[in-house]
């Protein structure tokens, strides 16, 4: 179990070392410079896919969450506390990329729009989940919470989305049903390229967070016993 | 219970005595009510401060009341959810509450049905005061008012017991609560707030049908999933 757990870190480091380059050559040197935009539409590259993999969290963290509550198996809620805590810097660096682009292109730094209100909820979601795990008497009654809040939002996220699609819109749709593609080449395969990186690289964070829980897990039963022999 | 092996009650009747104990503790001590109804009463005079009689009848009082309304109830009723647990945290009483032989999701619905009787005393308080101070009529909108008010407070009070109860576990108050329920409550707030203007302004509520019925989509998700996973929040 730890040696293939160690083979698919390495496997992941060595995966997002060498094609984080690749992305970046694709989006600063091979992909076009958009027309209207100029240079400011790079930023596209980062933050279309740092959202996704944000989104891409709260559906590991509604797994995590399920999971514990089922099985109660430590294992689930290190997936949990994993997804919280790296979802939080993604929405986060979501948060700080969105009105960079958002002032250029729309003249604003921020809008009450269904994606960016739905973002800014999930921050604080995310921060609220991680706060009551920390307010916690023991790990376990802090796995516990931590899941109980944590199917809750990832079931509210979507229709946080929803209401406030309704109440109000404005995000520019790229990739729309029945449209056709309107991006360049170049900048698709950037775009897909960068994707990639993003996803493995939530991939190796959370592999690395999940770790980092089993080995306080073990040090506080060692602790634990330590104190007991005393 | 007479000493034999008296047969636990079903899932409602349980639920039932739940509610009714926290209703006649509540009966007897009136805390929550005085508290809620003073607070939401002192919200009221700051928000008249805050955007005075005539900034609101400029805007038209259709458009500024709900949100007042909305806030108002929102912050008195986190206290609300607040105490209602702290009553189980007197003499460890959660223990004796989570061990009686009941279903675990019954504890939740009998407070949820408590917190909600509570919540409706309030607002019947509180809908005249903000007619009064702000100078709305809801005499003629009355039936589609109380409606919305009261489809939106059904799952506001499903999510306030269920929060209140991790934020009792975790030992502590409002601040806490108000973090966690507020962002979490958003599409009922937007819901509640758009409907509730439909309905000052007299408009039909056939025209709010997708607001409607999200909020009771809501309010079924919101009772379901914590009856499911309330027994995690009263294990030790």
Known sequence: ?230 | MNGSLARPPGFFAAAMIVARKDLRIEGRTKETLLATVLFALVELVVFGFAFDLDTIRRMGPEKVVPGLLWLTLAFSAIVGFTRSFRLERAREALIAVALAPIDRGAVFVGKWMANLALLFMLEAVLLPLVALFFDVNIVGVAGPLVLVVAVHTVGLAALGTLFGAVVSRLGRGEALLATLLLPAATPLFLSAVHCTASALAATPLAVERKWLLLTVGLDVLYVLVAVLIFDAILEE
Request: aromatic share 12%.
């Open chain 1, 1 to 230: 179990m730890q040696r293939l757990y160690d083979v698919l870190r390495a496997a992941l480091l060595a995966a997002t070392a060498a094609l984080m380059p690749v992305a970046l050559y694709l989006i600063f040197v091979n992909a076009p410079e958009e027309k209207v935009m100029g240079a400011v539409q790079k930023i596209f590259y980062f933050h279309v896919p740092i959202a996704a993999v944000t989104f891409l969290s709260v559906f590991v963290l509604l797994a995590g969450a399920v999971g514990y509550l089922w099985t109660r198996r430590a294992g689930w809620d290190h997936l949990s506390i994993a997804s919280a805590e790296v979802g939080l810097v993604f929405c986060t660096l979501v948060l700080i990329t969105g009105p960079i682009w958002a002032k250029p292109a729309w003249g604003v730094w921020w809008t009450w729009e269904a994606k960016l209100t739905t973002t800014l909820i999930l921050w604080l979601l995310l921060a609220g989940i991680l706060l009551s795990r920390a307010y916690a008497s023991s790990p376990e009654q802090g796995a516990r919470v931590a899941s109980v809040l944590g199917v809750v939002a990832a079931l509210d996220v979507p229709i946080i989305y929803k209401a406030v699609d309704w109440w109000r819109g404005q995000h520019p749709i790229v990739f729309g049903a029945g449209k056709t593609n309107p991006l360049a080449p170049g900048m698709m395969s950037a775009l897909k390229v960068s994707m990639l990186v993003f996803v493995l690289l939530y991939a190796l964070l959370v592999a690395a967070r999940m770790r980092l829980a089993a080995l306080e897990d073990r040090l506080a039963a060692l602790e634990d016993a330590a104190w007991r022999s005393q």
